[in-house]
Nanobody, 126 residues
Framework: QAQLVESGGGLVQPGGSLRLSCAASGFTPQYYAIGWFRQAPGKEREAVACMSSSDGSTYYADSVKGRFTIARDNAKNTVYLQMNSLKPEDTAVYYC???????????????????WGQGTQVTVSS
Protein backbone atom coordinates (compact mmCIF):
# COMPACT_ATOMS: atom_id res chain seq x y z
CA GLN A 1 0.00 0.00 0.00
CA ALA A 2 1.47 3.31 -1.09
CA GLN A 3 1.98 5.78 1.71
CA LEU A 4 3.53 9.19 2.35
CA VAL A 5 4.18 10.25 5.93
CA GLU A 6 5.20 13.79 6.80
CA SER A 7 7.04 14.83 9.95
CA GLY A 8 8.99 17.77 11.32
CA GLY A 9 6.28 20.34 11.74
CA GLY A 10 5.89 22.45 14.84
CA LEU A 11 5.88 25.92 16.36
CA VAL A 12 8.72 28.26 15.41
CA GLN A 13 9.36 31.96 15.85
CA PRO A 14 9.50 34.30 12.86
CA GLY A 15 12.92 34.12 11.26
CA GLY A 16 13.42 30.56 12.44
CA SER A 17 13.89 27.34 10.50
CA LEU A 18 12.26 23.94 10.22
CA ARG A 19 12.96 20.88 8.12
CA LEU A 20 10.04 18.76 7.04
CA SER A 21 10.46 15.14 5.98
CA CYS A 22 8.25 13.01 3.76
CA ALA A 23 8.88 9.28 3.95
CA ALA A 24 7.56 7.18 1.07
CA SER A 25 6.68 3.50 1.19
CA GLY A 26 4.77 1.00 -0.92
CA PHE A 27 5.98 2.44 -4.22
CA THR A 28 9.24 3.43 -5.90
CA PRO A 29 9.59 7.16 -5.33
CA GLN A 30 12.50 7.49 -7.75
CA TYR A 31 9.98 7.39 -10.61
CA TYR A 32 7.73 10.00 -9.06
CA ALA A 33 7.84 13.75 -8.86
CA ILE A 34 7.48 14.75 -5.22
CA GLY A 35 6.05 18.02 -4.07
CA TRP A 36 5.17 19.98 -0.97
CA PHE A 37 1.86 21.79 -0.74
CA ARG A 38 0.28 23.82 2.02
CA GLN A 39 -3.12 24.99 3.09
CA ALA A 40 -3.77 27.76 5.55
CA PRO A 41 -7.15 28.22 7.27
CA GLY A 42 -9.65 29.75 4.90
CA LYS A 43 -7.30 29.53 1.92
CA GLU A 44 -6.91 27.19 -1.02
CA ARG A 45 -4.16 24.62 -1.07
CA GLU A 46 -1.09 25.88 -2.92
CA ALA A 47 2.07 24.34 -4.27
CA VAL A 48 5.18 25.26 -2.34
CA ALA A 49 8.02 23.27 -3.91
CA CYS A 50 8.24 20.31 -6.28
CA MET A 51 11.04 18.17 -7.67
CA SER A 52 10.96 16.15 -10.89
CA SER A 53 11.48 12.42 -10.94
CA SER A 54 14.00 12.45 -13.78
CA ASP A 55 16.42 15.35 -13.80
CA GLY A 56 15.98 16.84 -10.35
CA SER A 57 14.55 20.08 -11.70
CA THR A 58 12.54 22.09 -9.22
CA TYR A 59 9.58 24.40 -8.94
CA TYR A 60 9.16 26.93 -6.15
CA ALA A 61 6.30 29.26 -5.38
CA ASP A 62 7.38 32.89 -5.62
CA SER A 63 6.55 33.39 -1.97
CA VAL A 64 9.18 30.88 -0.83
CA LYS A 65 11.97 31.32 -3.38
CA GLY A 66 15.29 31.89 -1.67
CA ARG A 67 13.94 30.66 1.68
CA PHE A 68 12.80 27.07 1.09
CA THR A 69 14.76 24.21 -0.46
CA ILE A 70 13.42 20.84 -1.58
CA ALA A 71 15.72 17.83 -1.66
CA ARG A 72 15.32 14.10 -2.03
CA ASP A 73 17.32 11.16 -0.75
CA ASN A 74 16.36 8.20 -2.93
CA ALA A 75 18.36 5.79 -0.78
CA LYS A 76 16.11 6.66 2.16
CA ASN A 77 12.92 7.12 0.09
CA THR A 78 12.59 10.50 1.74
CA VAL A 79 12.01 14.03 0.50
CA TYR A 80 12.84 17.06 2.60
CA LEU A 81 11.70 20.67 2.72
CA GLN A 82 14.19 22.96 4.42
CA MET A 83 12.39 26.14 5.46
CA ASN A 84 14.45 29.14 6.53
CA SER A 85 13.53 32.72 7.41
CA LEU A 86 10.02 31.62 8.26
CA LYS A 87 7.23 34.18 8.30
CA PRO A 88 3.83 34.13 10.00
CA GLU A 89 2.24 33.80 6.57
CA ASP A 90 3.99 30.44 6.18
CA THR A 91 1.67 29.05 8.85
CA ALA A 92 -0.30 26.18 7.31
CA VAL A 93 -0.71 22.43 7.16
CA TYR A 94 2.02 21.12 4.88
CA TYR A 95 1.40 18.05 2.73
CA CYS A 96 3.65 16.06 0.47
CA UNK A 97 2.39 14.45 -2.69
CA UNK A 98 3.72 12.21 -5.44
CA UNK A 99 2.98 11.93 -9.17
CA UNK A 100 4.32 9.31 -11.56
CA UNK A 101 6.72 10.58 -14.23
CA UNK A 102 5.76 14.22 -13.85
CA UNK A 103 7.86 17.34 -14.12
CA UNK A 104 8.22 19.73 -11.22
CA UNK A 105 6.63 22.57 -13.21
CA UNK A 106 3.61 20.48 -14.16
CA UNK A 107 3.18 19.19 -10.63
CA UNK A 108 3.14 22.74 -9.30
CA UNK A 109 0.05 23.45 -11.41
CA UNK A 110 -1.81 20.23 -10.63
CA UNK A 111 -4.55 19.98 -8.01
CA UNK A 112 -4.95 16.21 -8.02
CA UNK A 113 -2.06 13.86 -7.29
CA UNK A 114 -1.42 10.13 -7.27
CA UNK A 115 -0.54 10.00 -3.57
CA TRP A 116 -0.99 12.37 -0.64
CA GLY A 117 0.35 12.43 2.89
CA GLN A 118 -1.71 13.26 5.95
CA GLY A 119 -0.07 16.62 6.56
CA THR A 120 1.98 18.26 9.30
CA GLN A 121 1.20 21.56 11.00
CA VAL A 122 3.66 24.43 10.78
CA THR A 123 2.97 27.45 12.94
CA VAL A 124 5.13 30.56 12.77
CA SER A 125 4.41 32.85 15.68
CA SER A 126 6.15 34.82 18.38
Amino acid sequence: QAQLVESGGGLVQPGGSLRLSCAASGFTPQYYAIGWFRQAPGKEREAVACMSSSDGSTYYADSVKGRFTIARDNAKNTVYLQMNSLKPEDTAVYYCAADLLTTAQAMGLMTAHDYWGQGTQVTVSS
